[in-house]
């Protein structure tokens, strides 16, 4: 059974203090490893697609990371406005195109003024 | 862009009515859509792919005589909670696929349903 989970559940962070977000997986074969960000009340918004370990995608202040086992988010020098929850999926590989997601719990980042 | 719009965005309703929330792909056609829920701290759980022009398939342990999901066009698939009970209130979201491949799978903004 593929299992995602993220760590840490709450992050709170001071505008321009760095740091990074963590997802662990477990998946019978990765197709893709996804990110998105939730803001409260709402529905998930794409942020990356990983694919391969060793593989790294910028957006912005957040940069993705992959391994064979772990994802991180990092974000640099953040803004109250990347105040929001951020959750990981993984998808597996085999089956049709679209084999469906499994989702982690997410982590909630604050960003203080 | 790829907009997928979901409607109501809240609803409040009474034990033991029905009530029908929309998805819809506004500017691509989704042969697949996806319907979750999310309880508050907990992660996205899938209930069912719906294809269109065909039956949906559900997770295990979602039941389909309560859950009716229907996905008449390319552009829109709807999830009836019928005789819903205050422990069907939860955060229901749809996705909707913009190609063959789940490379980016797009979200509606969520319903809120709350069943009193």
């Known amino acids: 059974e593929d299992q995602v989970t993220q760590s840490p559940e709450a992050l709170r962070l001071q505008e321009g203090e760095s740091s990074s977000l963590n997802c662990s997986y477990t998946v019978s074969g990765l197709r893709g490893l996804f990110w998105y960000r939730q803001d409260p009340g709402k529905g998930p918004e794409f942020l990356f697609t990983l694919y391969s370990a060793g593989e790294e995608k910028e957006k912005e202040r957040l940069k993705a990371t992959l391994t064979k086992k772990e994802s991180f988010l990092h974000i640099t020098a953040p803004k109250p406005e990347d105040s929001a929850t951020y959750l990981c999926?993984?998808?597996?590989?085999?089956?049709?195109?679209?084999?469906?997601?499994?989702f982690g719990k997410g982590t909630m980042l604050l960003v203080s003024p | 862009g790829a907009v997928v719009s979901q409607h109501p965005s809240r609803v409040i309703c009474k034990s033991g009515t029905s009530v029908k929330i929309e998805c819809r792909s506004l500017d691509f056609q989704a042969t697949t859509m996806f319907w979750y829920r999310q309880f508050p701290k907990q992660s996205l759980m899938l209930m069912a792919t719906s294809n269109e022009g065909s039956k949906a398939t559900y997770e295990q342990g979602v039941e389909k005589d309560k859950f009716l999901i229907n996905h008449a066009s390319l552009t829109l698939s709807t999830l009836t909670v019928t005789s819903a009970h205050p422990e069907d209130s939860s955060f229901y979201i749809c996705?909707?696929?913009?190609?063959?491949?789940?490379?980016?799978?797009?979200f509606g903004q969520g319903t809120r349903l709350t069943v009193v």
């Open positions: 996705s909707a696929l913009k190609g063959p491949v789940n490379t980016e799978a797009f």
């Open positions: 999926a993984v998808q597996a590989s085999g089956g049709s195109g679209y084999s469906t997601l499994t």
